[in-house]
């Protein structure tokens, strides 16, 4: 009969002796893949990227909090309609004997927070944070299962003021942080839903068929589900001015003074002209890859040099409290970013203290932002420990 497994340790059944527990063994210095080291040319990288990000968040008037990293599962799926918990690494607790998971993403945690400790909190609430996410897939071609996550939720707002908002900071902290060629492309995650109640109407069992052809950008596929009346969507794309005077074209032949969409066209263009030329701007209204909780506003943002997108944002709702309430946020994920800077980074200057040094002038140099590095034995010198300075009796002297 097999043994029961009991929440928390590792049985092997058959008993299996030692040897054969050793020979099953991984090397130890590996790590599971999607993880990796950072050394220190890139965690000084990423240490000053995400200080750069939150300062810019911090100067517009966001309040940091940090939720932990493990939470029960059933709370951290239930805030977001689309957050799935079969992306979360999930363990069962011993103490509680609930079902616990690794976060994948960090703003359902803050509208747990928003919901509960600052419930009673002056709305609009302003929070930001910033740490790792975990998940047991990587996305696409993007091999990390561990990523950086730092993001800013407006909570209580999900108008086109908060929108503007948003989306001005979400570009200001790229730009703070050394990205270069930043681009915002928009796009409405309700489309079809919006469309579909009137303007273009469609019966329950294809509205899931139409988003999936207009995902893959199928024109045949739409029509053979019954979405013809869609395919003109599939080319309102691309650079921003143009692809808004297109979608506003099919908003007005289904009502000349304003159909389904006016409003949210109004929206847009507002949001475009409030970034003033500080970004490139693009429109795709019917892309929902990576908005599986937005509602009637999203963004993704990308920069030059970088692989893929560097931070998704947009209007939600909070779900779990008395009721559902409304947010605006977004998310960077400066993974690449940092990459693509460390190579460019400029390295710190750095003051050998030899033996014997004067400890108070020391203390000195290191309160004016000088890093030292002593001498521990005669063998220790500036080179070989990578300084660019020795500490003279006049001060730091240049090597």
């Given at each position: 009969?097999?043994?029961?497994?009991?929440?928390?340790?590792?049985?092997?059944?058959?008993?299996?002796?030692?040897?054969?527990?050793?020979?099953?063994?991984?090397?130890?210095?590996?790590?599971?893949?999607?993880?990796?080291?950072?050394?220190?040319?890139?965690?000084?990288?990423?240490?000053?990227?995400?200080?750069?990000?939150?300062?810019?968040?911090?100067?517009?008037?966001?309040?940091?909090?940090?939720?932990?990293?493990?939470?029960?599962?059933?709370?951290?799926?239930?805030?977001?309609?689309?957050?799935?918990?079969?992306?979360?690494?999930?363990?069962?607790?011993?103490?509680?004997?609930?079902?616990?998971?690794?976060?994948?993403?960090?703003?359902?945690?803050?509208?747990?927070?928003?919901?509960?400790?600052l419930a009673e909190a002056p709305r609009p609430l302003r929070l930001m944070y910033a740490g790792?996410?975990?998940?047991?897939?990587?996305?696409?071609?993007?091999?990390?299962?561990?990523?950086?996550?730092?993001?800013?939720?407006?909570?209580?707002?999900?108008?086109?003021?908060?929108?503007?908002?948003?989306?001005?900071?979400?570009?200001?902290?790229?730009?703070?942080?050394?990205?270069?060629?930043?681009?915002?492309?928009?796009?409405?995650?309700?489309?079809?839903?919006?469309?579909?109640?009137?303007?273009?109407?469609?019966?329950?069992?294809?509205?899931?068929?139409?988003?999936?052809?207009?995902?893959?950008?199928?024109?045949?596929?739409?029509?053979?589900?019954?979405?013809?009346?869609?395919?003109?969507?599939?080319?309102?794309?691309?650079?921003?001015?143009?692809?808004?005077?297109?979608?506003?074209?099919?908003?007005?032949?289904?009502?000349?003074?304003?159909?389904?969409?006016?409003?949210?066209?109004?929206?847009?263009?507002?949001?475009?002209?409030?970034?003033?030329?500080?970004?490139?701007?693009?429109?795709?209204?019917?892309?929902?890859?990576?908005?599986?909780?937005?509602?009637?506003?999203?963004?993704?943002?990308?920069?030059?040099?970088?692989?893929?997108?560097?931070?998704?944002?947009?209007?939600?709702?909070?779900?779990?409290?008395?009721?559902?309430?409304?947010?605006?946020?977004?998310?960077?994920?400066?993974?690449?970013?940092?990459?693509?800077?460390?190579?460019?980074?400029?390295?710190?200057?750095?003051?050998?203290l030899p033996l014997g040094h004067d400890r108070d002038q020391a203390a000195r140099l290191r309160?004016?932002?000088?890093?030292?590095?002593?001498?521990?034995?005669?063998?220790?010198?500036?080179?070989?420990?990578?300084?660019?300075?020795?500490?003279?009796?006049?001060?730091?002297?240049?090597?």
């Amino acid at each position: 009969m097999r043994p029961p497994l009991f929440a928390g340790a590792l049985c092997f059944w058959p008993p299996q002796p030692l040897s054969a527990l050793a020979m099953t063994d991984v090397d130890s210095s590996l790590l599971p893949e999607g993880l990796e080291d950072r050394l220190p040319a890139e965690a000084a990288t990423t240490t000053r990227v995400m200080r750069s990000i939150q300062d810019v968040m911090h100067g517009h008037g966001y309040d940091r909090v940090l939720p932990p990293m493990i939470e029960f599962e059933k709370s951290l799926a239930a805030r977001m309609a689309g957050i799935q918990s079969r992306r979360m690494f999930r363990f069962t607790d011993p103490s509680s004997l609930r079902m616990m998971g690794l976060r994948s993403d960090h703003t359902p945690q803050i509208g747990r927070i928003a919901q509960t400790r600052l419930a009673e909190a002056p709305r609009p609430l302003r929070l930001m944070y910033a740490g790792q996410v975990l998940t047991i897939k990587s996305d696409g071609l993007n091999p990390a299962r561990e990523k950086l996550q730092c993001g800013a939720e407006l909570i209580g707002a999900d108008n086109l003021a908060a929108a503007t908002e948003i989306v001005s900071i979400a570009v200001e902290a790229l730009q703070a942080a050394g990205a270069r060629g930043v681009s915002v492309d928009f796009t409405l995650p309700d489309l079809v839903d919006t469309l579909a109640e009137k303007a273009f109407p469609l019966a329950p069992g294809q509205i899931e068929a139409v988003r999936r052809e207009l995902d893959t950008k199928d024109a045949g596929g739409l029509r053979d589900v019954g979405g013809a009346a869609y395919v003109p969507l599939l080319y309102a794309t691309g650079e921003f001015d143009t692809a808004i005077e297109k979608l506003a074209a099919i908003d007005a032949a289904i009502a000349p003074d304003g159909g389904a969409l006016a409003s949210r066209i109004s929206a847009l263009r507002e949001i475009a002209a409030s970034l003033n030329g500080t970004a490139r701007l693009t429109l795709d209204p019917s892309e929902r890859h990576g908005f599986e909780y937005q509602t009637w506003f999203g963004f993704t943002l990308y920069a030059d040099g970088v692989r893929g997108p560097v931070g998704r944002g947009g209007t939600y709702r909070i779900a779990g409290g008395a009721h559902h309430e409304v947010a605006t946020g977004f998310s960077l994920y400066p993974d690449g970013l940092i990459n693509l800077l460390v190579a460019s980074e400029a390295a710190q200057d750095c003051v050998f203290l030899p033996l014997g040094h004067d400890r108070d002038q020391a203390a000195r140099l290191r309160s004016i932002g000088w890093r030292t590095r002593a001498a521990l034995n005669e063998a220790d010198s500036a080179s070989a420990l990578g300084c660019t300075h020795v500490l003279r009796e006049g001060g730091p002297e240049k090597l």
